[in-house]
C-alpha cells in the first residue's frame, strides 16, 4: 500500500474526535468543548459534515489554547470558565469535554477538572479524554454512544419487566449527524417495525435529547446499523435484557429476511402481506428495454463502497435482485469478528478492508464497472464509470432534502432500481446520440 495516498484529496481522512462530534451533535441540548489550541479546533469543525456544523453551532466551544497556556497551566482555568459559561445556557442539559491533541499530549487531566466543576452546575459531564490520534472516526461513534448508553442506563441485577399490551418499542443505534440519507431511511425503517407492532423509541444519535435517553433501556428491541453501535447494543442486552440485530434490509429479499429477524427477536408474527410488486413487467425486462437489448449481464458489472452493515444487504440486492455480477466491494470501516468471512461467502470475488485511495483507484481501473454504488469520494476516483449511485457518504454532490427516496426497505428497493433504471436510459441515449 502506498501510504502518501493519504495526502491527496479525495479520501478525506477522519479521526476519532469526529466521530464523537458526530454522535454528540445528535443531542439536542448537549454542548461540546474543545479542550486544545484554535488550530485544532478549525481543522476539526472544517472536516465535519455541513449538517453536523449546522446542529451543532450554537452549542460548541473552544478553549483556544495559547503558547503560554501550553507552557505553564494547560489552560485549566480556560476550561472551567467554558464549562460555568456552557452550564449557563438554559437548553444545554449535558456537557461533554473532549480533549484534542495538543491538551492530550501535555496531560490535562479533563476529568479531574469536570469532577470538581461538577458540584457548582446543574449539568452532568462526560469526558473523553485523548480520542482523536487514531484516524478512524468509527472508534469515537463507538465510544461516544457507548458513554452516553452507560451514562443514561446503569448497570443493574434487576429483572426488567416487560410491557404488557400495546406497542413494543425499539431503539436504532448507529445512525448519527453524518449518515446519508437517514431521514428518509427512517421513515421506511419506522413503515416496516410497525407491520410488526413496533414503534420507534429514539435513534441513537442522529435526532434525540437527554430526556430519550433515559427512556432507552425501556425498550424491547434494539436495531443496530453499524458495527460502532454493537458495543452499547450489548450492554443493554447484557444489564436489561434487550434482544438486538444487527444489519439494514436492503433489496427485496434481503427486506423480508431482515422482518423476519426482527419478528422472533420479538416473538411476533410477520405479516404475510408485506409488499405489492405492481410493477407490469420484469425486472430484466426493463433492463431490456432501456438498453436496446444488450446482454447486459455478463458486461454490466458492479463495484460498492459501503460500511460493513450494509454490506450483506447491498450484496443480495445486487446479485439476487437484480442479478448483476459484482466485481468488488469497499469497506469503508473495519468489520467486527465474523463479519469478513460472511460477506466473502456471498461471492463477492474481492473485498478490500478501508483501501487506501491509491489502491482502490487502481482497483476500479482494472476491473472497469458499469455500475458504482459508493459516495462521492468514489465518484472522484472513477468517472469514467457510467453509472453512479450515491448509497453513502460522503455524498456532497447530493441533496437530501425530502423523505421520499430511501435507500432501505421495500421503498428503497424501488427508490434504487428506479435510479439504475433512470441513469441507463441516460447513459444509453447519450450514446446512441453521441451526447
Same mark, same amino acid.
Given at each position: 500500500?502506498?501510504?502518501l495516498s493519504?495526502?491527496?484529496s479525495v479520501f478525506?481522512?477522519?479521526n476519532e474526535?469526529?466521530?464523537?462530534l ?10 461540546v468543548?474543545?479542550h486544545?489550541t484554535a488550530g485544532?479546533?478549525?481543522y476539526?469543525?472544517a472536516?465535519?459534515s455541513?449538517?453536523?456544523r449546522a ?9 483556544g ?6 507552557a505553564l497551566?494547560g ?6 470558565a ?17 480533549a484534542n491533541p495538543?491538551?492530550?499530549l ?5 476529568e479531574?477538572?469536570?469532577k470538581?466543576?461538577a458540584p457548582h452546575?446543574?449539568q452532568p459531564?462526560?469526558t473523553?479524554?485523548?480520542k ?8 469515537g461513534?463507538?465510544?461516544a454512544l457507548y458513554t452516553?448508553i452507560?451514562f443514561?442506563?446503569?448497570?443493574t441485577s434487576?429483572?426488567?419487566a416487560r410491557s404488557?399490551?400495546?406497542a413494543?418499542?425499539a431503539?436504532i ?6 449518515t446519508?440519507?437517514?431521514g428518509?431511511?427512517e421513515k421506511?425503517?419506522k ?6 407492532g413496533i414503534?420507534?423509541n429514539?435513534v441513537l444519535?442522529?435526532e434525540t ?6 427512556t432507552?433501556?425501556?425498550a424491547d428491541i434494539n436495531i443496530?446499523?453499524?458495527?460502532a453501535?454493537?458495543?452499547?447494543a450489548?450492554y443493554l ?7 438486538y ?8 429479499k434481503?427486506?423480508k429476511?431482515?422482518l423476519?429477524q426482527?419478528?422472533e427477536?420479538?416473538?411476533?408474527e ?9 410493477r407490469p413487467f420484469?425486472?430484466h425486462h426493463?433492463?431490456e428495454?432501456?438498453s436496446g437489448g ?5 458486461t454490466?458489472?458492479?463495484a ?7 454490506a450483506k444487504g ?9 442479478c448483476l &455480477? $459484482?466485481?468488488?466491494i469497499?469497506l469503508t470501516? #473495519?468489520?467486527?469478528? /465474523?463479519?469478513l468471512?460472511? @460477506?466473502?461467502?456471498l461471492?463477492?470475488k474481492r473485498v478490500?478492508?478501508?483501501p487506501?485511495?491509491l ?7 482494472e476491473?472497469q464497472?458499469f455500475?458504482l ?6 465518484t472522484t476516483l472513477?468517472?469514467?464509470?457510467p453509472i453512479h ?5 460522503p ?6 432534502i425530502y423523505?421520499?427516496? &430511501? $435507500?432501505v426497505?421495500w421503498?428503497?428497493?424501488q #427508490?434504487?432500481?428506479q /435510479?439504475l433504471?433512470n441513469q @441507463?436510459?441516460r447513459?444509453?441515449f447519450?450514446k446512441?446520440?453521441?451526447?
Open positions: 500500500m502506498n501510504k493519504r495526502l491527496s478525506l481522512p477522519t474526535y469526529l466521530g464523537i458526530w454522535t454528540l451533535a445528535g443531542v439536542k441540548d448537549a454542548a468543548i474543545n486544545g485544532c479546533n478549525f476539526e469543525l472536516t465535519a455541513k449538517r453536523t446542529l451543532i453551532y450554537n452549542r460548541f466551544a473552544s478553549t489554547l495559547e503558547q503560554e497556556d501550553i497551566s489552560g485549566e482555568e480556560k476550561l472551567r467554558a464549562i460555568k459559561e456552557i452550564a449557563a445556557k438554559d437548553h444545554v442539559s449535558l456537557i461533554a469535554i473532549v495538543v491538551a492530550s501535555i496531560g490535562v487531566d479533563i479531574a477538572i469536570a470538581e466543576e452546575i446543574k459531564i462526560l473523553f479524554n485523548n482523536v490520534w487514531k484516524i478512524d472516526a468509527e472508534n461513534v463507538e465510544e452516553l452507560r443514561h442506563c446503569p448497570e434487576e429483572q426488567r404488557v399490551g400495546g413494543l418499542k431503539n443505534i448507529g445512525p448519527t449527524a453524518e446519508f440519507n437517514w428518509a431511511d421506511e425503517m413503515r416496516l417495525l410497525a407491520l410488526i414503534e420507534v429514539t444519535t442522529y435529547t437527554t430526556e430519550e435517553l433515559k432507552v433501556s425501556g443496530v446499523t453499524r458495527a453501535g454493537l458495543k452499547a450489548r442486552e447484557e444489564y436489561y435484557s434487550i434482544p440485530i444487527y444489519g439494514l434490509p436492503y433489496g427485496e434481503g427486506t429476511e431482515w423476519k426482527v419478528a427477536a420479538v416473538k411476533k410477520v405479516p404475510n402481506s408485506q409488499f405489492v410488486n405492481d420484469s425486472f426493463y433492463i428495454m432501456i444488450e446482454f447486459y449481464q455478463r454490466w458489472t458492479v460498492v463502497s459501503c460500511s460493513p452493515a450494509a447491498l450484496v443480495q440486492l445486487v446479485k439476487e435482485d437484480w &455480477p $459484482l466485481e468488488a469497499r470501516s #473495519s468489520p467486527k469478528a /465474523d463479519e468471512e460472511e @460477506i466473502e461467502t461471492g463477492v478490500f478492508v478501508t487506501e485511495e489502491e482502490w483507484k487502481r482497483v476500479l481501473e476491473i464497472p455500475i454504488m459508493g459516495s462521492a469520494e468514489d472513477a468517472k469514467e464509470v449511485l450515491r448509497i453513502t457518504e455524498a456532497y454532490d447530493r441533496f437530501s423523505e421520499g427516496n &430511501p $435507500l426497505g421503498e428503497g428497493y #427508490s434504487l432500481t /435510479d433504471f @441507463i436510459s447513459y444509453t447519450e446512441k446520440n453521441h451526447v
